[in-house]
């Protein structure tokens, strides 16, 4: 199991961005393929973007043009960066890594509102 670390949450407006990291603990990070997903009281836990450890990309496509995800296999570490945020962002946001199994973080909470 690798620990993961979320940061960056946070209260922002319409349109506004934010920028969530997860730092992971394992000396092996650039073999696992990372995420980020996210979970409101009303849905299930659903994917956002997903980076491979060949650095392929996926996007849900609700977020497609507005968010991006990256690593930096020096520092451990995934970024997520949400631009153009919408109410309907708003969810507690969960870091995955994946390789033989998966791990989770305990989720970041962002909401958009004015």
């Known amino acids: 199991q690798v620990q993961l670390v979320e940061s960056g949450g946070g209260l922002v407006q319409p349109g506004g961005s934010l920028r969530l990291s997860c730092a992971a603990s394992?000396?092996?990070?650039?073999?696992?393929?990372m995420g980020w997903y996210r979970q409101t009281p009303e849905k299930q836990r659903e994917l956002v973007a997903v980076?491979?450890?060949?650095?392929?990309?996926n996007y849900a496509d609700s977020v497609k043009g507005r968010f991006t995800i990256s690593r930096d296999n020096a520092k451990n570490t995934v970024y997520l960066q949400m631009n153009s945020l919408r109410p309907e962002d708003t969810a507690v946001y969960y870091c995955?890594?994946?390789?033989?199994?998966?791990?989770w973080g305990k989720g970041t909470l962002v909401t958009v509102s004015s």
């Open positions: 394992t000396s092996i990070f650039s073999l696992y393929t």
């Open positions: 995955n890594a994946r390789r033989f199994t998966n791990s």
């Open positions: 980076i491979t450890s060949e650095f392929s990309t």
